[in-house]
């Protein structure tokens, strides 16, 4: 049974960081690909950051040079380094990966950024 589970959400001001994690159950962590999605009230849900097994990355436009996503293979654990936030980064934050052509889902995490 694949299971992800999401920490590290929280309420600060702009321009604060925090670090989201998501440790993986159920699969052999180190073969996937993990993603980062986020989903704010009344929008679509958004792919924030990608990690190969490998350690390849790839970010959204809007979090490009602020966030950084990495991953311990070891842990089994996939995390988000988000810096300079903004309010427009407000959004529960969701991990994501897809195993045997199945997506599977964390539960997320909240971020929200206001002064």
């Known amino acids: 049974q694949v299971r992800l589970v999401e920490s590290g959400g929280g309420s600060v001001q702009p321009g604060e960081s925090l670090r989201l994690s998501c440790v993986a159950s159920?699969?052999?962590?180190?073969?996937?690909?993990m993603h980062w999605h986020r989903q704010a009230p009344g929008k679509e849900r958004e792919l924030v950051a990608s990690i190969t097994g490998g350690g390849s990355a790839n970010y959204g436009d809007s979090v490009k040079d602020r966030f950084t996503i990495s991953r311990n293979n070891i842990r089994n654990t996939v995390f988000l380094q988000m810096q300079n936030l903004k309010p427009e980064d407000t959004a529960r934050y969701y991990c994501?990966?897809?195993?045997?052509?199945?997506?599977?889902w964390g539960q997320g995490t909240q971020v929200t950024v206001s002064p």
């Open positions: 994501n990966t897809g195993f045997r052509g199945r997506d599977y």
């Open positions: 159920g699969i052999n962590f180190k073969l996937y690909t």
